[in-house]
């Protein structure tokens, strides 16, 4: 009985308490009463699994750009010490484009 986030997160409460009631584990003592928000969290524990999603990037190099991000970040630290508003203006308009790019490629 093995089971992934996903494959629990769709199951009804009802469903994911027939689960718990086969799993003698601590964390889900009292399964009866949870709802699914704190037996989802619970199970996962007591089956050893990954407790939060994952999204998929497709389409781009989510590491090259996390790189990217991460010198823009140390520049603009540079650009703040040195009170250079037109330098650290241009780097954070970097920062967000490349953060924007990020978020719209996830699924």
Sequence with gaps: MTFTFEELKVKTVQQLREIAQQTHHEAVQGASQMNKEH???????????????HHAVTGIDKGSLKAEIRKLKQRRDEAMNAHDAGTLSAIRRQLHHLNHRIRAHMH
Excluded: S, T, V
């Design 39 to 53: 037996l989802l969290p619970a199970l996962c524990l007591a089956l050893g699994i990954d407790a939060h999603e």
